[in-house]
Nanobody, 127 residues
Framework: QLQLVESGGGLVQPGGSLRLSCVASGFTLENFVIGWFRQAPGKEREGVSCISSSGDNTHYGDSVKGRFIIARDNAKNTVYLQMNSLKPEDTAVYYC????????????????????WGQGTQVTVSS
């Protein structure tokens, strides 16, 4: 069974950092484009970042550009989201999603383009 499991969420003060992990089980991530999304209460799901299967290409939402870094370690079957300079408006449930691709440089930004989703991890930024 293909599963994605997020971890690393928690409570952090404004200006702090967290690193989220997305681990795949039941399949290898090396041929999957991976995206991170988030959803705050009462708001629509928002794209945060995505990374190509090769790791060479990345894309970030305007609200996190310059603060978040996406990276992957295919040997560990894991994608990371390093979140720095966190703000209260970053509070949300964060999800990782994956989709198989043939082109190792391909990116997918829209949530509808992903077949496999994790259950999410809560990130709360508050003093």
């Amino acid at each position: 069974q293909l599963q994605l499991v997020e971890s690393g969420g928690g409570l952090v003060q404004p200006g702090g950092s967290l690193r989220l992990s997305c681990v795949a089980s039941g399949f290898t991530l090396e041929n999957f484009v991976i995206g991170w999304f988030r959803q705050a209460p009462g708001k629509e799901r928002e794209g945060v970042s995505c990374i190509s299967s090769s790791g060479d290409n990345t894309h970030y939402g305007d609200s996190v550009k310059g603060r978040f870094i996406i990276a992957r370690d295919n040997a560990k079957n894991t994608v990371y989201l390093q979140m720095n300079s966190l703000k209260p408006e970053d509070t949300a449930v964060y999800y990782c999603a994956g989709h198989p691709v043939l082109d190792p440089t391909a990116l997918r930004w829209e949530a509808a383009g992903y077949d496999h989703w994790g259950q999410g991890t809560q990130v709360t930024v508050s003093s």
